[in-house]
């Protein structure tokens, strides 16, 4: 695993953690519910799922030649970690105040976050193969065909 692979699923785990916290302090104090209900949720699908579905995606996705993406799953994580800690600061200042500023940076979460999608989505447009690609990829000289593959029905 990469280190930004592993930073993902660091994260992940600390934005689940952060979500159950939440969640306590929202069941303990019920008038907050307003004021950090789409946090919560977001902590969860966002932080957590998305940084989890990322990170196992970057490390486990077939790597067509062997191919690494550095640069893609740093961008790929700063944007999202960056997007997420903007959201959990921005929305509730942003709700209990109505600042300006804070609006400003609730608004800006999202575009790092759909940042974060699309070099995701280009990352893996380059993963997302055939087995046939795979295979060749695997065997450039093709000097060893496997014979095609039948299915028997019974």
Same mark, same amino acid.
């Given at each position: ?21 939440? %969640? =306590? ?7 907050? *519910?307003? /004021? !950090? ?8 699908? @966002? ?18 030649? %062997? =191919? ?7 961008? *790929?994580? /700063? !944007? ?8 959990? @600061? ?28 699309? *070099? ?35």
């Amino acid at each position: 695993m990469s280190r930004w692979q592993v930073a993902f699923l660091r994260c992940a785990l600390f934005w689940l953690l952060a979500n159950g916290a939440l %969640g =306590i302090v929202v069941a303990m104090r019920p008038s907050l *519910t307003g /004021l !950090f209900a789409t946090t919560h949720a977001h902590l969860g699908t @966002i932080g957590f799922f998305l940084s989890m579905v990322m990170g196992v995606a970057y490390w486990m996705l077939p790597r067509p030649g %062997g =191919i690494r993406q550095p640069r893609m799953e740093a961008i *790929t994580f /700063l !944007f999202l970690q960056a997007g997420m800690l903007a959201r959990v @600061i921005g929305e509730p200042w942003w709700r209990a105040s109505g600042s300006g500023f804070a609006h400003a940076l609730f608004s800006f979460s999202g575009a790092l976050v759909f940042g974060a999608m699309i *070099t995701f989505a280009l990352a893996m447009r380059t993963r997302i193969v055939s087995l046939d690609t795979l295979r060749a990829a695997a065997n450039p000289r093709g000097s060893r065909k496997r014979p095609p593959e039948h299915s028997h029905s019974d």
